[in-house]
């Protein structure tokens, strides 16, 4: 889909455009978010993890969590095609890991490497967990949600295990100065 140039709106009444467009990407900006990887899936040959900052918890009966993938990534191609991703949390100290997901991946199926970091296909959904994840989860999509370029993709948690020491902090969007969104 092309990208629309210039602000979106609606605009408040009386608002220059371009002004209001700016602030409004910094007062969305300003939206406290957590920082993960997700991995996603052909169920085949085709493995993917990029970063991704939307996330969180919709309910907690069913247990459902939604994500927002942009619908010109391949990561949104491959869920689309299984159904099915992982959302894995990050150690705080291994924020560089950060901009190695966020471009394509090499994928070594043989090393079990996606970008050289090791994944493990998680046992659930085989959707890739990266090893050196603090958690996981895996989710099934239960719900796709299509709005303008993206799509919120609404899974059950069908797995959940921790990796590292529960009390390992976890990367956030505050510990990177990318910005996503706005
Ligand atoms: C800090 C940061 C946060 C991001 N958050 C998201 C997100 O929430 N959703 C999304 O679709 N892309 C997000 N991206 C962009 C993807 O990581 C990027 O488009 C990636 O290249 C897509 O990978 P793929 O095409 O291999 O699936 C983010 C990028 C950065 C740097």
Redesign the pocket.
């Known amino acids: 889909m092309p990208v629309k140039e210039g602000p979106v709106p609606p605009f408040p009444s009386g608002a220059d455009p371009d002004e209001y467009d700016r602030l409004r990407r910094r007062v969305l900006w300003k939206m406290p978010s957590g920082?993960y990887v997700v991995g996603s899936t052909d169920r085949a040959e085709r493995r993917?993890a990029?970063?991704?900052?939307?996330?969180t918890q919709v309910s907690f009966e069913p247990k459902w969590i939604g994500?927002?993938?942009?619908r010109?990534?391949?990561?949104?191609e491959l869920i689309a095609a299984s159904g099915a991703f992982s959302l894995c949390m990050i150690d705080r100290e291994d924020r560089a890991i950060?901009?190695k997901?966020?471009?394509?991946?090499d994928v070594d199926l043989a090393a079990r490497t996606l970008n050289g970091f090791a994944y493990i296909d998680g046992p659930a959904t085989g959707a890739p967990v990266l090893a050196q994840s603090v958690a996981y989860v895996e989710c099934e999509v239960r719900q796709p949600v299509t709005i303008g370029n993206?799509t919120l993709f609404l899974g059950e948690v069908v797995n959940a295990a921790f990796l590292q020491d529960e009390e390992t902090e976890v990367l956030r969007?505050e510990d990177?100065r990318?910005?996503?969104?706005g």
């Open positions: 920082l993917n990029m970063t991704l900052s939307w996330a994500i927002g993938v942009e010109d990534a391949f990561t949104h950060v901009r997901f966020t471009k394509p991946v993206h969007m990177t990318m910005s996503y969104g």
